[in-house]
């Protein structure tokens, strides 16, 4: 998921106060304020008609709705540069459907789709069968034109976050999954690989969206998710989010989700490479990684995807607390649930949950967060048990 801008070096966050430095009224304060947990949100009753719900409580029949259906919390932005909040109109809610939906299906129509050999109702039926909400759009395009299709949804999409990788992206504001389909990997792994990718991105569609629209009264100036699954946006005061946290977990859920894949239902517990193991080396440390999230590059040499490390460290955790793997696919959506997640972790090392939630949180660090996890729980880097 890419950073709104570069961020910080990674450090502890304090969860003492999370309004410091937010000028303006309590009303500012409300729509600024850090939201490092879901259960943190600020509805109170003399709020609770500065912003839209949304649609109504989902259920299992329609918990996957629309992101303009969503909740959209909406800030005006006044002209001393401070905030209040307020509700969006009917004409630029409207705009905002027309962008995500028309708009963007005018995009995905430009681009051809391949999907001969491709399963994707398995794809759907075990994302399904882990809980997940997962998009009902779903796109495969070669790889050949996966930066072409980035470059078009930019207008749409904008420098928000959007969960991404070389192999594929999942579009939040679009609500679509997109797995590149590369010739010369399929060679060496067979188009199952394509089948996995897609497992992931489709995992990170099965998350709460909520959205920020910042606004000058006339229509939308900004607009980009303010929660995204596990993740959260922290604002401190200015049109955009400061920093996302909460990246090595969602990722490490939904690569969970293409390991799992590919052990239970393609029957490859040695993965695409074949392999029992493998030993990744980083500045002199020696990394085990499970050989489900492994494949083979061009050349047929091993290749471990960033996210297999956070899926490692989530796997010890699992380990230690097996119902943290439903609580982890259900936080992605609910917040009662997310707030079950931050107990579990927290039950196996205390405060644990706050650091993975704060640091690590782009993928040249999740090797950091994985080394973290272990260190912790006494278990050697160089073995996976």
């Not at 398995?122 to 759009?137: H, I, K, M, P, S």
């Not at 990246?247 to 590919?262: H, L, S, T």
């Not at 949180?361 to 080394?371: F, Q, S, T």
Request: charged share 25%.
């Amino acid at each position: 998921m890419p950073e709104i801008h570069d961020q910080p070096e990674p450090y502890p966050h304090n969860f003492d106060d999370n309004t410091e430095d937010i000028s303006g009224t309590a009303a500012d304060v409300d729509v600024e304020a850090d939201m490092l947990c879901p259960a943190d949100y600020r509805d109170d009753a003399d709020n609770s008609d500065t912003y839209d719900e949304g649609a109504t409580a989902p259920t299992r029949e329609n918990e996957h709705v629309a992101v303009t259906d969503r909740p959209i919390r909406v800030a005006l932005l006044r002209e001393d540069g401070t905030y209040e909040p307020t509700r969006l109109s009917d004409s630029a809610t409207q705009e905002l459907h027309t962008l995500y939906t028309t708009t963007a299906d005018e995009v995905y129509a430009r681009f051809e789709q391949d999907r001969e050999g491709l399963d994707l109702d398995r794809t759907r039926a075990f994302v399904d069968g882990l809980g997940v909400a997962a998009t009902d759009r779903q796109v495969i395009v070669p790889s050949r034109d996966g930066n072409a299709l980035k470059r078009a949804l930019m207008p749409i999409e904008g420098a928000g976050p959007s969960a991404h990788g070389r192999l594929g992206f999942y579009a939040i504001k679009t609500d679509t999954a997109v797995a590149y389909r590369d010739p010369a990997l399929e060679q060496e792994n067979g188009p199952e690989l394509t089948e996995a990718l897609q497992v992931h991105e489709l995992m990170h569609s099965g998350g709460k969206v909520e959205i920020q629209v910042t606004t000058s009264g006339k229509g939308p100036l900004y607009v980009e998710p303010r929660r995204f699954g596990h993740e959260v946006a922290v604002y401190d005061g200015g049109l955009l989010a400061d920093e996302i946290i909460g990246d090595f977990i969602e990722e490490g859920v939904a690569q969970q989700g293409f390991g799992r894949y590919v052990k239970e239902v393609l029957g490859k517990p040695q993965g695409f490479a074949g392999v029992e193991g493998h030993t990744y080396v980083a500045d002199a440390t020696r990394l085990a990684v499970p050989p489900e999230h492994l494949y083979l590059n061009k050349d047929g040499a091993v290749t471990v995807p960033a996210p297999a490390f956070n899926a490692r460290a989530l796997g010890h955790l699992i380990d230690r607390d097996p119902a943290l793997w439903p609580a982890l696919i259900a936080g992605a959506r609910d917040d009662e649930a997310f707030t079950e997640v931050r107990g579990r972790i927290n039950a196996i090392a205390p405060g644990m949950f706050e650091h993975l939630q704060g640091n690590y949180n782009r993928p040249d660090l999740y090797i950091e967060g994985l080394v973290y996890v272990c260190n912790r729980l006494g278990i050697a880097t160089d073995k996976l048990s």
